[in-house]
T-cell receptor, first 115, second 112 residues
Framework: DSGVTQTPKHLITATGQRVTLRCSPRSGDLSVYWYQQSLDQGLQFLIQ???????AKGNILERFSAQQFPDLHSELNLSSLELGDSALYFC??????????????FGPGTRLTVL | SQQGEEDPQALSIQEGENATMNCSYKTSINNLQWYRQNSGRGLVHLIL?????REKHSGRLRVTLDTSKKSSSLLITASRAADTASYFC????????????FGTGTRLTIIP
């Protein structure tokens, strides 16, 4: 158990809908990362937050947004969903107590299915 | 986009044998890491090697890094059935709060 939790585990929704994925980082970790894993694109970095502020952005679509709250949990919002958004979405955390590290601790993921 | 490729895409070996996976990347890096993923589950960090290191060991794992060739290899010795998983290399271009760029992964199957 990495200490990173993600909810829900599974999500099934229809095209055009909007969903919110939630992540709680390991206790004390200030950085949260979101990744998307799909069969055709592999593991792709989406976005990173550090202590509430956006720190780095990857291949994140404009339909997607994220935020990190004062208690350090993070949410990834996906809107106007398309079939191609079906994927595993992982959250990872690092930087316990502000100590920088490239080692990331991954949550179990949320499997999103868009029908 | 993927930073690099992993080779082979899939590998099946008998329990007790050694498994070697290779990773190539494209841009300069600060460090390279290996992660394991059991089927459809979260990734588990295995080992990190910095750009100024050439070899690193952790238990049954041995990682090498050749920055001149932009490549790394992961060796798992005396494989066990529990090692069956997908293995990914990931690169970080900067120390600290930067994204990881993952390779395409190698699917390792250990035959009991």
């Amino acid at each position: 158990d990495s200490g990173v939790t993600q909810t829900p585990k599974h999500l099934i929704t229809a095209t055009g809908q909007r969903v919110t994925l939630r992540c709680s980082p390991r206790s004390g970790d200030l950085s949260v990362y979101w990744y998307q894993q799909s069969l055709d694109q592999g593991l792709q970095f989406l976005i990173q937050y550090y202590n509430g502020e956006e720190r780095a952005k990857g291949n994140i679509l404009e339909r997607f947004s994220a935020q990190q709250f004062p208690d350090l949990h993070s949410e990834l919002n996906l809107s106007s969903l398309e079939l191609g958004d079906s994927a595993l979405y992982f959250c990872a955390s690092s930087a316990r107590d502000g100590i920088l590290s490239n080692e990331q601790f991954f949550g179990p993921g949320t499997r999103l299915t868009v029908l | 986009s993927q930073q690099g490729e992993e080779d082979p895409q899939a590998l099946s070996i008998q329990e007790g044998e050694n498994a070697t996976m290779n990773c190539s990347y494209k841009t300069s890096i600060n460090n390279l890491q290996w992660y394991r993923q059991n089927s459809g589950r979260g990734l588990v960090h295995l080992i990190l090697i910095r750009s100024n290191e050439r070899e690193k060991h952790s238990g049954r794992l041995r990682v090498t890094l050749d920055t001149s060739k932009k490549s790394s290899s992961l060796l798992i010795t005396a494989s066990r059935a529990a090692d069956t998983a997908s293995y990914f290399c990931a690169t970080a271009s900067n120390f600290g709060n930067e994204k990881l760029t993952f390779g395409t992964g190698t699917r390792l199957t250990i035959i009991p």
